[in-house]
């Protein structure tokens, strides 16, 4: 886990989740792909939204072309 992290989705809300990789350093590993699994929600929400939510985060982070470089400028890390 990379300490505190938070994500504003499309409806403009902050939501604080953190990543847990198997094993826990592929998180710094530019070959490891975060999968959906990996992203837990911490916020309170119904389950189809915290769904919603991962999925979002997910969508982003697949998306960014260098996560190394652009990773922080998505998320809110404190």
């Known amino acids: 886990m990379i300490g505190e992290m938070f994500y504003r989705d499309i ?6 989740f953190e ?3 198997t094993p826990p350093e592929a ?3 530019t070959n490891y792909k975060i999968k959906l699994e ?3 929600i911490i916020s309170k929400a119904d389950k189809h939204i915290r769904n919603r939510i ?5 969508k982003d982070i697949n998306v960014t072309p260098n996560i190394k470089e652009n990773y922080y400028e998505k ?4």
């Open 27 to 29: 998180l710094y590993w």
């Open 54 to 58: 991962r999925t979002e985060i997910l």
């Open 11 to 16: 409806d403009n809300d902050l939501w604080q």
């Open 19 to 21: 990543l847990h990789t």
């Open 38 to 40: 990996d992203i837990k």
């Open 75 to 78: 998320l809110y890390i404190q």
